[in-house]
């Protein structure tokens, strides 16, 4: 089953992740729409896009909407490496994780530029490949 991403590429971290998801999607079943982008505009206007920057949304195949460590962990699962993120949706961790993810997602630049000294990129480095 395909899973589309829906990400920001300018956001260093956000865009470290999906180049890792990109370079083990040998199967093809991940497709990566950076919401910062042309495409995004112009093939996804309906969307709405604060909703969208506020955390990482996926969606299924079959229209199904899953958003934050949920969204993560299907794509993760979809290259071999959901262990990754697995534990983060077990019952007593997923309420601290989610919460967790909140944070993280609202202040991603800064945490960007504190980890890798650029809060934003000047364009999206993954976002030039199709996924």
């Given at each position: ?7 920001d590429?300018?956001?260093?971290l956000c ?6 998801l990109r370079?083990?999607?040998?199967t093809g079943h ?14 996804y ?7 969208l ?6 969606q299924w ?15 993760w ?6 262990w ?7 019952p007593?961790i997923?309420?601290?994780?989610d919460?967790?993810?909140g ?5 991603r630049?800064t945490?960007s ?14 976002c030039?490949?199709?996924?």
């Open positions: 089953m395909q899973l589309t991403l829906f990400y590429g300018l956001c260093p865009a470290a992740e999906m180049k890792s370079s083990r999607n040998g991940l497709r990566f729409v950076d919401i910062q982008s042309a495409e995004f505009q112009r093939d206007s309906h969307l709405d896009w604060q909703a920057n506020a955390r990482i949304h996926a195949a079959d229209g199904r909407w899953v958003s934050g460590l949920d969204a993560t962990h299907a794509a699962q979809l290259v071999g490496r959901g990754l993120y697995g534990w983060m949706r077990w007593l997923r309420p601290i994780a919460r967790f993810y944070w993280f997602a609202r202040n630049y945490l530029r504190w980890l890798t000294g650029k809060a934003r990129l000047e364009r999206c480095e993954v030039d490949r199709d996924g």
